[in-house]
């Protein structure tokens, strides 16, 4: 699904390569993310899905190859500005209620998206003042998923959204997904799920 644009990529990899202890997770990979469009990227664990994202983000400087951010390099933090993120393995302050947690983390954006309209888009109204730590798995991916879209990013990156998920929490993530993009937010997500990529 893809909005036509001139613009250049909000974020590429080329021919990067990235070994761990010996072993190739990256192999010269080439990829292209653009306003507008989910990209997924769909394979088994340990295929480097969460590799990629982590060299697109920054986190990871790759062995060999270029990768970019936003027209620049992925480790400076004006680029990340605009960037959403949601991780496999997320860590949050049980204690902090959902607009709590929502409000703490929009403060780090010059142009946060209204708490309301995260908790609407993540399916969340009915759970604004539970506590982190008082909500199911599943409820709290919904929760990161919140978090990962406050500061209205162009490119937001979902490392597997729906893990732990029911069937009609995942098809909520999906249509909040669509929607992103309808917007022109590229999208980054990584799956287990044929159907998940295929949906989107």
Aim: hydrophobic share 40%; proline share 6%; glycine share 10%.
């Amino acid at each position: 699904m893809t909005v036509p644009s001139a613009s250049p990529p909000l974020a590429s990899l080329h021919q990067v390569q990235v070994r761990y202890a010996g072993n190739d997770a990256l192999c010269g990979i080439d990829l292209q993310i653009d306003a507008g469009q989910v990209l997924a990227l769909l394979g088994r664990n340990g295929a480097g899905k969460s590799t990629a994202i982590a060299v697109m983000l920054g986190l990871r400087v790759p062995d060999a190859g270029q990768a970019l951010l936003l027209g620049g390099d992925p480790q400076d933090r004006r680029q990340r500005e605009h960037v959403g993120v949601m991780l496999q393995d997320t860590s949050l302050p049980e204690k902090l209620t959902v607009a709590e947690l929502i409000h703490l983390f929009s403060a780090s954006y010059p142009e946060p998206r209204p708490l309301a309209e995260c908790l609407e888009i993540a399916g969340l109204e009915a759970l604004a003042n539970r506590r982190y730590g008082q909500m199911s798995g599943g409820q709290q991916r919904r929760v990161q998923f919140a978090i990962a879209l406050c500061g209205r990013p162009r490119l937001l990156f979902l490392d597997e959204p729906t893990t732990g998920l029911d069937i009609q929490a995942r098809q909520a993530i999906w249509r909040a997904v669509r929607r992103l993009v309808g917007e022109g937010c590229g999208i980054v997500l990584t799956t287990h799920y044929l159907e998940e990529a295929e949906a989107l």
